[in-house]
């Protein structure tokens, strides 16, 4: 967790230190893990993939 209070991923090997990635939570178990690259002409951080998930429903039992 950085000072942001977002929990961070870290790629350790192979290295990839040009990408940033976090998860987000939401309410009702939802979450979201977005991923950014760095844009190799301006530097500048750019979202890549915003991967979104909702819980499956259960049938009742």
């Given at each position: 967790m950085l000072?942001?209070?977002r929990l961070h991923?870290?790629?350790v090997y192979?290295?990839?230190d040009q990408r940033n990635v976090w998860f987000e939570t939401y309410e009702d178990g939802e979450w979201a893990r977005?991923?950014?690259s760095r844009d190799a002409d301006?530097?500048?951080w750019v979202n890549a993939?915003?991967?979104y998930?909702?819980?499956a429903e259960c049938?009742?039992?």
């Open positions: 000072d942001d209070g991923l870290w790629q192979p290295e990839a977005i991923s950014q301006t530097g500048e993939v915003m991967l998930a909702t819980p049938p009742a039992d």
